[in-house]
């Protein structure tokens, strides 16, 4: 009892610190002048649920835990089979969402945004799930993507399709010049380099300003046509509305449909070749060199190569949902992809299961859905993605839903 009573004390310092900064004083403008006021109520509830959470994982530890449950929420939930239905489940959700009566712009702008960061974690689960190494930078290619795009379009006036092989090869050119030196890195070495990249990169953003237009971003950023046959922006010479191409009434959503579709093309496409790599020579080279780069070695995998192939599909994947986020913002900026997107992406890798696609979707849904449909504890954002990744930690250390089907099985002949 005096351990609990030391423990819930230790705990009630250590969360007073942290919490009355936070919610307990705000700083108010008033007539011109900065003010502090309290609400002490506000922190004294978070401090309350802070010992009250303590307080049940110590009373955990004195009692037996239940078995039963938790081996039944584990064969539940770690079933390939289950992950497969579920899957499919949400694919035809997916597609049928854009079209169900209760579906409004803001409802559908939140899950393109979530599709967008779905395709680039599947993306990052090549190098951090497949390979092995923990990318910190993986925002770069986001960014150059997005840049890449915007400029070519405000700037020569190319269209979206036009501009998307370019983002591509500039993808592919910038991972094979980076990945050529670092990929000779492993372990922390090699994290801490890929987040320098991607410093550099915003760092460039912001100050070659007759190329980037600096700090201001790029705004008037066209969106993409119906693969050019028709187009949704105003004014466009050559091509007919979407409307009136197909002759019917003109609605602001059927731009944020045909959006919402295009992303969800991608990341099925990206879904697909998830899986085939997975069950290639190339998915189980990268799985050789993750377990034991040695072993892989002497086993006469080229690791460079392997490596520097899957950095540039990764890349690619990045650079194309980069393209795809500045086509639906219609403006980026070099604040749009602070080193928090790189970690943003890596969480929901982690939290999603390293080898799990169905994880990702669901971290995302978590990650990005949540607070973008409730703005008003955004603040809070950072808080609840920390509290997640201790949570994960303690209960799902391989990630919410980590098993997957085996590459391969080796079956006997018992002739």
Not at 140 to 155: K, M, Q, R, T
Not at 171 to 179: E, F, K, P, S
Not at 360 to 365: C, E, L, Q
Not at 394 to 413: E, M, N, S, Y
């Amino acid at each position: 009892m005096n351990r609990m009573l030391r423990e819930l004390g230790l705990t009630a310092m250590i969360a007073a610190v942290v919490i009355v900064p936070m919610f307990g004083l705000h700083l108010d403008s008033e007539n011109g002048f900065l003010e502090i006021s309290t609400n002490w109520f506000q922190a004294l509830t978070f401090l309350a649920a802070a010992l009250a959470l303590r307080a049940t994982v110590l009373l955990s530890h004195k009692f037996p835990r239940p078995k039963i449950k938790h081996q039944a929420f584990r064969v539940f939930v770690d079933n390939p089979e289950w992950s497969v239905w579920a899957g499919r489940v949400m694919i035809v959700i997916a597609i049928a969402l854009p079209f169900l009566p209760f579906v409004d712009r803001r409802l559908l702008d939140v899950a393109t945004l979530i599709l967008t960061y779905v395709a680039m974690g599947w993306g990052l689960s090549i190098m951090v799930g497949m390979v092995g190494l923990l990318d910190l930078g993986y925002a770069a290619f986001y960014a150059i993507g997005a840049y890449a795009f915007s400029l070519l379009a405000v700037d020569y006036g190319w269209s979206f399709w036009a501009a998307l092989p370019v983002v591509i090869a500039v993808c592919c050119l910038g991972a094979l010049i980076v990945g050529g030196p670092i990929l000779r890195l492993r372990g922390d070495y090699f994290a801490i380099v890929t987040l320098g990249f991607a410093e550099i990169v915003r760092l460039t953003l912001i100050n070659w300003q007759s190329l980037t237009h600096g700090p201001d971003g790029v705004t008037g950023i066209p969106r993409p046509s119906v693969f050019g046959m028709a187009t949704f922006n105003m004014g466009e010479e050559g091509l007919p509305q979407f409307s009136d191409w197909l002759g019917i009434g003109h609605d602001p959503m059927q731009r944020l449909i045909f959006m919402y579709l295009l992303l969800l093309g991608f990341a099925l496409l990206v879904m697909l070749l998830i899986g085939w790599l997975r069950r290639s020579t190339f998915g189980l080279a990268f799985e050789a060199i993750r377990e034991d780069e040695i072993a892989a070695q002497a086993m006469g995998i080229n690791r460079p190569v392997m490596k520097l192939f899957a950095y540039v599909m990764a890349a690619i994947i990045a650079g194309i949902a980069g393209a795809f986020f500045a086509a639906r913002q219609g403006f980026v900026s070099p604040e749009s992809f602070n080193p928090m997107e790189s970690f943003i992406i890596l969480s929901i890798v982690v939290l999603g299961g390293m080898g799990s696609r169905l994880g990702v979707v669901i971290a995302a849904m978590v990650l990005i859905g949540l607070p973008e449909l409730f703005r008003e504890f955004a603040q809070y954002r950072m808080l609840a993605f920390g509290l997640a990744l201790v949570l994960i930690m303690i209960w799902r250390p391989q990630g919410l839903l980590a098993h997957r089907r085996p590459t391969q099985t080796l079956t006997v002949d018992k002739d």
